[in-house]
């Protein structure tokens, strides 16, 4: 059992957290870029519930569409519209994945030879494909572009900041 007491916290912990930071610096954490995508969804989120003038909506929907796009403005270097479908999509398929995922199939394998076990599989399957396909597409775009980061003149594009990580985790 390992948790934050009992973890080693030895070079290879310390050189990690080193590059986990350095990465989310050139993501722009602990600097005013990232406060500012922040204040610009809160200002949607803000619209959005004027907008509804007193009429009953789901709040949950709302949240989770305005801290994802938070999360694709940093990854992207933009932000996506509520209402574009795609965004919409990847939204459901992260939602998808999670309430299918079976943690029984991840501890007894050979279940996955039942027919609801079997369905739940494909199912994440599908969901997983469907993000990394969303996550790509919108990567070549932003190298298409040049916009990966907000000062992507002087930082090297997402795809590198992402290899380099799992490069040096490894």
Known sequence: MSGISTSLYDSRFKSNHKLCLSILK???FGQRVMETRILIE??????????????PFDLKQLTT?????????ISFGHRFDHSDPAF??????????FVS????VELFPALRIFPYF???CAAVLR????????????????????????????????????????????
Request: glycine residues 2%; hydrophobic residues 40%.
């Open 118 to 120: 079997k369905n739940s």
């Open 65 to 73: 569409l305005c801290m994802a796009n938070v999360i694709m403005s």
């Open 101 to 104: 995922f079976s943690f029984a």
């Open 88 to 97: 919409q999509q990847v939204i459901s398929d992260v939602h998808e994945l």
């Open 42 to 55: 809160v200002e949607e989120m803000i619209n959005k519930v004027r907008e509804m003038q007193s009429r």
């Open 127 to 170: 969901n997983v494909m469907s993000i990394r396909s969303f996550v790509s597409t919108n990567i070549d775009a932003c190298l298409q572009v040049g916009n990966c980061t907000s000062r992507c003149t002087h930082n090297p594009p997402l795809p590198r900041q992402l290899e380099m990580f799992l490069t040096k985790r490894v």
């Open 26 to 28: 050139e993501f722009g």
